[in-house]
């Protein structure tokens, strides 16, 4: 399977949360631990299954993602950015 790196800001695919941005904090092989700052913050990470993420191309800096403070903002910051492209996806 494939790896993906520290910082990077995935969609979750499947379960409860789905359609949700997290962040991820580690690679175990088939899993990925995330975060969100919210449910899931930075000291008790959720182990999802690769295959119920979708790799979004943006990756968070250790700074945006130090405390859950700053990992929910830079987060609602790239959920609210999807939300506006999938509303009007043909900006000129």
Do not use: W
Not at 70 to 92: D, Q
């Amino acid at each position: 399977m494939y790896t993906v790196e520290q910082g990077r800001v995935v969609r979750s695919k499947a379960g409860h949360d789905a359609g949700e941005f997290f962040v991820v904090v580690a690679d175990e092989g088939n899993f990925v631990l995330l975060c969100n700052g919210k449910e899931r913050k930075l000291d008790s990470p959720k182990r999802k299954n690769k295959r119920h993420v979708a790799v979004t191309s943006q990756i968070l800096s250790e700074t945006e993602m130090q405390t859950d403070c700053r990992l929910r903002r830079n987060l609602n910051k790239i959920g609210a950015t999807a939300k506006e492209e999938r509303k009007c996806p043909n900006k000129i």
